[in-house]
């Protein structure tokens, strides 16, 4: 069994970024196998920009990204008061997923009050072919990124910014017919009553939707998609405390 165990590619290819030595045996045993690089936003930092707990993280992360060819998912975690998207410079260089053509998901999760940017030079205006996936927590970034032009299935936009305007967010979703799991979490528009555009938003091949704001901003929200009647929908209205 140890045999079968440390031969079979396919073991070692989720790869959870936590020392060097365990990302080193993964990338080793992993062949040529596609492989999914997770890294913890959770992991207990003492706060200090360069301690121990994150410093391997991160190293580990580095090395890992020298297997960008293989790579089908990546989970990035962001860590507070760093630039650059709460990454460290000597990672930031390395972060350049137009150079990842079997990547499919996406993940950035900063579960810090402040927000997070992601790098300049992470797509380079490039959209990765197989990208499909792509959740964002905490996060800031223009309508126009390049993540954003993906034929996505999977948008998980958790309290993050990337459209201020209704006109904005209706173009943005706009792009993804083939969508088929919606999760907005408190990041919504600005609402203008009147500019608030008429025009559906078509998701024939929706399979769950999860809307989560103000009661204005789930009614606008849900006011705005076309889903079928199949749909697994959730909607979760946050209490208002000035009219309660």
Request: hydrophobic residues 40%; aromatic residues 10%.
């Amino acid at each position: 069994w140890r045999a079968i165990a440390l031969g079979l590619p396919a073991l070692w290819s989720n790869i959870p970024v936590e020392n060097v030595y365990w990302t080193i045996q993964s990338l080793t045993r992993s062949y040529s196998h596609s492989i999914e690089l997770v890294g913890s936003p959770f992991a207990q930092y003492s706060g200090q920009p360069y301690d121990s707990t994150w410093q391997a993280n991160w190293n580990a992360i580095g090395l890992a990204l020298s297997a960008l060819q293989r790579l089908r998912r990546i989970v990035l975690p962001a860590l507070p008061n760093l630039c650059g998207g709460g990454l460290p410079a000597e990672c930031r260089y390395k972060l350049t997923l137009h150079e990842a053509p079997r990547l499919e998901t996406f993940e950035f999760l900063n579960p810090h009050r402040s927000f997070a940017s992601l790098p300049d030079n992470i797509f380079c205006g490039y959209t990765p072919p197989r990208l499909r996936h792509v959740c964002l927590q905490h996060v800031i970034l223009s309508p126009d990124s390049p993540l954003l032009y993906a034929p996505l299935e999977t948008l998980y936009m958790w309290t993050s910014k990337a459209w201020r305007t209704a006109e904005q967010f209706t173009k943005v979703l706009g792009r993804f017919p083939s969508l088929q799991r919606l999760c907005i979490f408190r990041s919504f528009p600005t609402w203008n009553g009147s500019s608030v555009p008429r025009r559906k938003i078509v998701f024939k091949r929706a399979r769950s939707v999860r809307l989560r704001g103000s009661a204005e901003d789930v009614a606008n929200t849900l006011a705005l998609l076309d889903l079928p009647t199949s749909v697994d929908l959730q909607l979760d209205v946050d209490a208002d405390v000035q009219s309660s």
